[in-house]
């Protein structure tokens, strides 16, 4: 598919097949993540490719127990990742550096777009990712199990493999004019936002009502709008958000990103 038409079609897979990933072919993807730009092409990011049940098992429990873990053959965790750079600058006894926010900002802006051109080649060769945003919540965890040296902080994951379900509808966005800005920000009223959330929100609500037993859940939480939902405890709480946030600190403390 032309890679326009096959952006505009980007589906997220959450059920896989078991069959494996060939070697070459997920070398041959990876490879494509390491051609993406990267910041002064220092390439400050990794990936550690988990494959092994065992390995996955863990995952699976880090992961908030999200079954496609399990399932597909292989989850790749994304790293920023100054920690080979540093050993480098060392080698060769130049200054020492990016052991601080920055360093950890410029290898995570590297990791996520080498990710994105993982998934695009993917899904090309008719894979299908799904992204893990848990990755952040149980970093901390995350590192440990994969022996993570310090200047090394997992930001994001694919879960990677064959699709085994219908390929789903492309998933609702909002109106071009909500994220569009020409030349300054330009905050919008309530009723702009209004009007641009609507279709989304109708087709969001729609797709919940579509979940089996997820109607029942909302209605047990009391939540009526797609708004409620992100901010409840199903979704996004701020409890969860504070706590993680507070341990990411902690974590880019402890790896020496602070
Ligand atoms: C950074 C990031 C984290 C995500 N984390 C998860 C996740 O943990 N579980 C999940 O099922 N989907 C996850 N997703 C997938 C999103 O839910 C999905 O991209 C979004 O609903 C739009 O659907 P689409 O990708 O099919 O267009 C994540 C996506 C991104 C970009």
Redesign the pocket.
Known sequence: MEIIEHLKN???I?RFKSDPIEDTLLRDLIYCGQRASSSGNMQSWSVVISREHASREKLYEL??R?K?ILQAPVVLTFCSDFYRIRRWLKIHQAKGSFDDFLGFLTGMADAVIAAQNVAVAAESRGLGI?????TLWASDKISEHLNLPENVVPV?SLVVGYPDEEI?E??ARLPMDAIIHEETYHPKTDQEITDLYREFEKQTWTRYSRIPGMQDKLNEAGITSVAHYYTSDMKYSKTLHQQVSEMFVELLRSKQFM
């Open positions: 980007h589906k997220s959450r992961h908030s999200q496609m799904c992204y893990m945003g848990t994001t789903p492309v998933r």
